[in-house]
């Protein structure tokens, strides 16, 4: 990481953004009156965000495949509007 004084940035940006989109500085901070102000960082370096396994865990109960598979009867009947038959 380096830091360049806002005059430098503004002569001198096309080379710095070259810089950051070939990888050879991860990041630049441009600094006014010599404090942080704005960070130059490349498009391609996503912003992590975590994971989250198991959010819904215990919310359902379990379905075994035959029960899965029975509501595809239950679910035609709703699309097409269909009364469930009651046997």
């Avoid at 942080?36 to 498009?43: E, G, M, N, Q």
């Avoid at 495949?65 to 097409?80: I, K, T």
């Amino acid at each position: 990481m380096s830091t360049v004084n806002m005059l430098e940035a503004k002569t001198s940006l096309s080379r710095l953004v070259e810089a950051v989109e070939s990888g050879l500085e991860s990041e630049i901070v441009i600094a006014r009156n010599g404090k942080p102000a704005a960070k130059l960082v490349p498009l391609g370096a996503p912003v992590a965000k975590p994971i989250r396994f198991g959010h819904a865990r215990e919310k359902y109960p379990p379905l075994d495949y035959e029960a899965f598979q029975a509501l595809d009867a239950d679910v035609e009947a709703m699309f097409f509007g269909e009364e469930k038959q009651k046997t």
